[in-house]
Each structure stands twice: as structure tokens, then as C-alpha cells.
């Protein structure tokens, strides 16, 4: 997909994006012969052939099979570096990156192994590109809580490295309620919370992640449209909302981009933004979001910037980066006489 010149270097903010989500199928067939693991492809080819899924279950049990690769600290690191690689080409500014420690502790990769690994990318692209992070720990909500509560202490000496906590993998049958303790005793911490909820769970599921764990964003949400007075309310508190468009088509979230939410979502007042997710899986980095949306629900370039605007409101920055990227943002838009236009 070509992405215009106006969206490709908007400054903008990474909200919802699982870093083994961007695990790309040249890497993994390197990692893999190098750790002499197998798996059920030899090619790149053969890869995206297998990446073939009509709901999130069906693509998770291919994504924690592409997991199961990344063994060494080395690994974790060249993982995110390539990210970064990546993106620093989309504008990317600012990223909050989550992972999964509890895929890879269960298989015997130490805690510290993916937390140094993912660490030492992070620092990479402050060095080399000059693009802040945000490290943020999910808990695999199919499985139990005291799970769930085994990982939150083995996180407690990362405290420095991990900013907080999100809730991810099968929505349907496990409630935000689930998770009840183990969030209240990360907010105790000092850890900031997301969740996400309204994927392919109820509105109920939002209500419960803002009431219930008391999330500072919600990841995806789309189904808190069912809900008008949920919708108010998630508007009313500006509470954050990581939309993934070419995520949500390809899980069968929506069944085309042109019926996508994201315009019923801006005219309720929500504070959205635009976000990619598993992106070696879904066909498309953040740019490519953006272009989604433009393309597909004819979103003009005033209101992609006023989506990266709000990336950078919903980012956990300190207050003084915030002011920084902010004005960025803004140096950018008067280069485009948009200025006037977006505020
Ligand atoms: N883990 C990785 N991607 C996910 C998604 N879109 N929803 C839930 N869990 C995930
Ligand atoms: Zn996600």
C-alpha cells in the first residue's frame, strides 16, 4: 500500500503494538536455524501462506508458534532493533511496545532474558534515532490470575524497565473482572494500566476494564459503540482508545475497511488513535494505518493529524517530551498550512 508523503513523516506516537507481533518471517527462519528450533515453514513464502486466520484464537495459536523461536537475550534485542529499523522511516517518535512475558517464561526463557533483550533495543533507538519508549508488560488473560500475580513480582526488580501493565491474548470467556487483584496490586505498584477490551469481547468488557481495573487506555474498543453512555462516558473522560484498522480486518473484527468504526468513533468524541497492533501479521506498519483510513474512510490529512495529536496526549511521556513532540507536530503542520486547521 502506497503511503502519501504528508502521512509517511507526520510525527506520530506508537500506541498498540506487541513487539512479538512484529516478528517478520526473514527473522524468524534466521532465528529459528541459528537457535535450531523448527518450525511448520522453511520459507518465506510458506510463512505467509500459513498466516491465513478469521478471528483473534485462530491467530494467536499461529502468533505463539512464531514465539516459540526466541530463545537468547540476542534475539529479543534484534527483534525490537528491527522494529525500530522500521519505523523510524514512519515518523515514529515515541512508541509504547508491549510483550508477553508469561509466552516466553512458560517455555523456559528467563524473565530478565526478554526484559534485557527488549531493554537493549529500546535504548538502540534512543541512540540511533533519537525515538523514546515506553515498555508495557501484558498478561495472557486465558490464562489463571495467580498466574498473572507470579509475573507481576518476577516484573517488580524490572520496575526501571517496565512503565506498565496491559491485559492481552483470547478476550471471549475471560473479563477484564478476572484480573481484579493482580491490577489493583500493579496500580499499587506504581504501574500504569491498559487493557484490552471491546475486541471481540462485549461492551460490558470496556465498562469492566475502566471500572473494574481502572485502565488508563483501552486497547481496541470497538465494541464500546454498542454502548451510547459507555461511548459518552469513555469521551466525557477522554480515556484513550489504541484503534488497530487492518488488525481488526484481518481478525474479522470488521469485514471491510470501508465499514470500519473509526469515523462513528471521531464524531462521538473519542480520543482515538491509530495503531498497528501485530504488524508482520496484519499487513501493514502504523503508516500504513493511517493510510488504511484515508483510503478506505476518506479521513483527510487535518484529521490524521489530529490522530497523531492525540497519540501523543495518550502516550505516557514525561511532560517535558510531551511538550517537545507536541511541538514537532505542530513545526510539522505549519510546513503543510495546516496549522489552523487541527486545533
Ligand atoms: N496478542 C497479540 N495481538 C493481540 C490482539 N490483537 N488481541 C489480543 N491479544 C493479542
Ligand atoms: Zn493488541
Redesign the pocket.
Known sequence: MPVSPFIRDLPKAELHL?I??TFEPELMLEITQRNGVSLPFTTVDEARAAYRFSN?QD??DI?YRGVGALITEQDFCELTCAYFDRVARQGVRHAEI?F?PQAHTARGVPFSTVCRGIESGLQYALQRYGISSRLIM?FLRHLDESEALVTLEAALPFRNVIHGVGL????MGNPPAKFARVFAAARDAGLACVA?AG?EGTAEYVRDAVDVLKVQRI??GNRALEDPSLTAELAERRIPLTV?PL?NLR?GVVDSLDRHPLREMLDAGLMVTLNS??PAYFGGYINENYEAMQEHLGVDDATLARIARNSFHAAFLQPGRRTELLAELDAYLLEHDMHLSVR
Open positions: 506487541h512479538e507481533g483473534l491467530f494467536l502468533y508491549f508477553d501484558c492481552d491474548s483470547s478476550e484490552h475486541e486497547d481496541h488497530c488488525s481478525l497492533d501485530d
